[in-house]
């Protein structure tokens, strides 16, 4: 390095004082805002909000009138539309299996004769009818009597 | 975007809410003589039933009774005066709390009753002022052979409390 290179250098690095806050001044923002552009600023913050609450406004009536069209449908399938069902015609269908086989006496229906009679067969066999073993539970006695009862009495009794 | 997560949700909820809204309420609570919350009057009265056998014995029957005006419901079953039928009678549980009933009781024994007796009696909570019509269809009343024999059923209101 020659004599003439180190004065060079020596010269880059001496710089004033001052450049720093020329610097500063020369690109710093401008932080003052006018009174004007305040209100302006204020004016235009104030038009975005009302422009805000319009559009929810304007939502609503739709949000209204979806919910509600919503809550008709849902009401609509929650309702039961389906046909009343037609009386049965009882000589077109087949006996029940189950009710056929507390029809003890055979007359057709299954009433309170079957139990009666069923009674009375238990009363005067000592080896009861296995055929009237109508709750399945392997025995002939008055809990098939109370089965064929209230088959008589249900309310509901199918085909029979 | 978030407008549109709570509008259906608005709709998923009101899809929720307004059918069980739209339910019928189920009755409330009553209690005899007085209003109930929906001010509808009611009281409890029996329904006293009796056939009327002549001169034979009357070994099983059977007969159904529903309510054709004003509103009931069947509250509860009772056995009749005779001690052959003093038991309470086969009927459905189901029929409880509606307006109609099938009941039939049967008896082998020897002690049988002939003539007009009570052999059963209904227990009703009448709902509303209207005062009910009954019909009742006696459908059994056999000997004790388990024949059919000639019967006449009728029935008495008995005292509303």
Redo the contacts between chains.
């Keep these: 390095m020659t004599k003439a290179d180190k004065n060079d250098n020596n010269i880059l690095f001496q710089v004033s004082d001052q450049l720093p806050h020329d610097l500063k001044d020369l690109f710093q923002p401008d932080s003052s805002v006018s009174p004007q552009m305040d209100w302006a600023i204020l004016d235009r913050a104030q038009q975005q909000l009302q422009h805000q609450a319009r559009s929810k406004r304007r ?1 609503l009536p ?2 209204v009138s ?3 069209a ?2 008709v ?3 609509l399938l ?1 309702l039961d539309f389906s046909p009343v069902p037609a009386p049965v015609d009882q000589s077109a269908h087949p006996i029940s299996p189950v009710l056929a086989a507390t029809d003890i ?1 055979y007359s057709g229906r299954v ?3 079957d ?3 069923l ?2 067969h238990l ?1 005067t066999s000592s080896q009861p009818d296995t055929r009237w073993d109508v709750n399945n539970d392997g025995l002939v006695n008055n809990r098939d009597v ?1 089965y064929v ?2 088959a ?5 009794k199918g085909v029979l | 975007m978030k407008r549109a997560t709570i509008t259906l949700l608005i709709v998923i909820l009101t899809c929720i809410v307004v059918p069980v809204l739209a339910r019928p309420a189920q009755e409330d609570t009553v209690t005899s003589g007085v209003e109930n919350k929906k001010g509808i009057e009611t009281v409890f009265a029996p329904l006293e039933i009796y056939i009327d056998s002549g001169d034979q014995e009357l070994a099983a029957y059977q007969f159904e009774l529903r309510a054709v005006s004003g509103k009931i419901k069947i509250v509860g079953v009772e056995g009749g005066a005779h001690p052959a039928y003093q038991e309470p009678p086969y009927y459905d549980p189901a029929a409880l709390a509606r307006d109609r009933i099938i009941i039939a009781a049967f008896n082998t024994s020897a002690n049988l009753p002939q003539g007009k007796i009570r052999i059963a009696t209904v227990h009703l909570q009448i709902l509303g002022t209207e005062t009910p019509d009954y019909e009742i269809n006696l459908t059994v009343a056999a000997s004790p052979d388990g024949s059919q024999i000639p019967a006449t059923i009728t029935l008495v209101q008995g005292e509303q409390k």
Excluded: P
């Excluded at chain 1, 008589?152 to 509901?156: F, H, N, P, T, W």
């Design positions: 939502w739709w949000v979806v919910a509600s919503a809550a449908v849902a009401i929650n006496d009433d309170i004769l139990a009666f009679t009674a009375r009363e109370d009862a209230m008589a009495v249900r309310l509901e």
